[in-house]
């Protein structure tokens, strides 16, 4: 196996702007793969990878990282255990993954990120904003993120505090403007009502007109709904029915 200094290395990786960074030296197998043992960082692009050790192999474009990594691109800033990427068309796979994704802060056991960018996700769960934060969180079996439209799964659980409180077998949020689907599930306490969960559905009919179902149940009182119907058939017109 034939070591090189990393002097050498680099003029290697400064084509179609990746570069490889190593803490330690790095070594070449006769087949051409790269191997850095200590603190790398990889960039390519838009794409940057630091982890405990990189491999590389030129001829096919693709990267291997463990066992502690960090992949930024963009709004997608995750760490996990290994990272199997393509670089060049920026598809690949990361295990016990966490971090963020199309603002959602998700942990998941196993994620696979296709050429368009959108993430297939399995044994995931998501919240709001990091550190455990906010109380609540969507579990999911299989989820899929797609940047800029929607965050979709299958066998979505809400929970509050840990506690199962809902459980919706197909589950979407949309991230464009005024798209039909599903919101984020509430709940609440009232002393002559009891604990609440809350659901509703965004119906968007057309630009002029949408509409809001809202279901909720009451420990101490059963359920309750609402229907909320708002429309601008005209500049100077408005209609707003409960």
């Known amino acids: ?30 087949e051409g793969v790269l191997r850095c043992e200590r603190a790398a960082v990889v960039t390519y692009q838009d794409i940057r990878v630091e982890a405990d050790w990189v491999q590389f192999d030129p001829a096919t474009s693709q990267l291997t990282a463990g066992d502690q990594v960090r992949f930024v691109r963009g709004d997608e800033r995750l760490t996990g255990g290994e990272l199997s990427l393509n670089v060049k068309d920026k598809t690949g796979s990361l295990t016990d993954l966490s971090g963020q994704l199309e603002g959602w802060y998700v942990r998941a056991k196993n994620g696979k990120r296709l050429a368009d960018g959108k993430w297939e996700l399995t044994g995931i769960v998501g919240t709001g904003c990091e550190a455990g934060c906010p109380a609540w969180s969507l579990n999911f079996k299989e989820a899929t993120i797609v940047p800029g439209e929607r965050v979709s799964g299958k066998n979505m659980v809400f929970r509050f505090r840990a506690v199962p409180v809902l459980y919706v077998p197909a589950f979407s949020v949309p991230k464009r403007d005024r798209s039909s689907g599903f919101l984020i599930p509430s709940t609440s306490t009232s002393t002559t009502k009891g604990r609440s969960v809350r659901e509703s559905y965004f119906w968007a009919i057309n630009r002029s007109y949408d509409a809001t179902l809202t279901g909720e149940y009451f420990t101490k009182r059963g359920p309750a709904g609402t229907i909320d119907f708002r429309g601008v058939p005209k500049p100077d017109a408005r209609i707003d029915v409960s």
């Open 1 to 30: 196996m034939l070591v090189l200094s990393l002097a050498i290395l680099l003029p290697l990786f400064q084509q179609d702007n990746a570069l490889i960074q190593c803490g330690s030296q790095i070594s070449q197998s006769a």
